[in-house]
């Protein structure tokens, strides 16, 4: 199973970005997805989470702000992200429950994007 972020680079104050990740391999099914991030010497910290596809949990700094959305099909979440400040500037880290057959156990797992780097600054 992989997860494979796309879409960071630079923007200006005021701009959008969206965020894309998706996970492939042999999955059974993908529960909660959802994108972390990690600004130059701080901790990981959660942006936003989505549960299939209507459940959403943003941290506060970004509500408002950034929307998290899901295509269970293509098991790929993204994360549009408007009004950008150089606050949000991090690499950017998508994650998943995500469910596989492992020999003859059904085992779910935490997986994590390469992560990508969003960097907002004028």
């Known amino acids: 199973v992989q997860l494979q972020a796309y879409g960071g680079g630079l923007e200006q104050p005021g701009g959008s970005l969206r965020l894309s990740c998706a996970a492939s391999?042999?999955?059974?099914?993908?529960?909660?997805m959802g994108w972390y991030r990690q600004a130059p010497g701080k901790q990981r910290e959660l942006v936003a989470t989505?549960?299939?596809?209507?459940?959403?949990n943003y941290a506060d700094s970004v509500k408002g702000r950034f929307t998290i959305s899901r295509d269970m099909a293509k098991n790929t979440v993204y994360l549009q992200m408007n009004s950008l400040n150089p606050e949000d500037t991090a690499v950017y880290y998508c994650?998943?429950?995500?469910?596989?057959?492992?020999?003859?156990?059904?085992?779910?797992?935490?997986?994590w994007g390469q992560g990508t780097l969003v960097t907002v600054s004028s």
């Open positions: 994650n998943a429950q995500i469910t596989t057959l492992q020999g003859v156990r059904v085992m779910t797992n935490d997986y």
């Open positions: 391999g042999s999955i059974l099914g993908i529960n909660a």
């Open positions: 989505i549960i299939r596809d209507s459940s959403t």
